[in-house]
């Protein structure tokens, strides 16, 4: 069984830096598609960043040049650092990783396992 724990999250001042990190047991990571994904208070889940098993990335336009998405295939862990922290960055982080994936994907549906989440909170 497929298990994803996050950690990392916390409060942070705007302009501030987390880094956040995913990691998975019960398989390697090293054929996986694997990304971050929020829940902001009243909206729904949105992507922010993945990548495919060679560790090409894509971001949503809104955290572009901040958060930078990468993996450590040694310790089975994906990680997200994200830098500049806007008060609309606050949300619940969650990790996902699809296997046998060559093409990163936003689409959440495609995502086969899912932490429980990690609270990240940027205040003005």
Known sequence: ???????????????????????????????????????????????????????????ADSVKGRFTISKDNAKNTLLLQMNSLKPEDTALYYCAVRPTCFTATMRQYEYNFWGQGTQVTVSS
Do not use: H
């Not at 398989?27 to 994904?37: K, L, R, T, V």
């Not at 909206?43 to 495919?52: H, I």
């Open 1 to 59: 069984q497929v298990q994803l724990v996050e950690s990392g999250g916390g409060s942070v001042q705007a302009g501030g830096s987390l880094r956040l990190s995913c990691v998975v047991s019960g398989s390697s990571i090293n054929n996986y598609c694997m990304g971050w994904f929020r829940r902001a208070p009243d909206k729904e889940r949105e992507g922010v960043a993945t990548m495919n098993i060679y560790g090409t990335p894509i971001y």
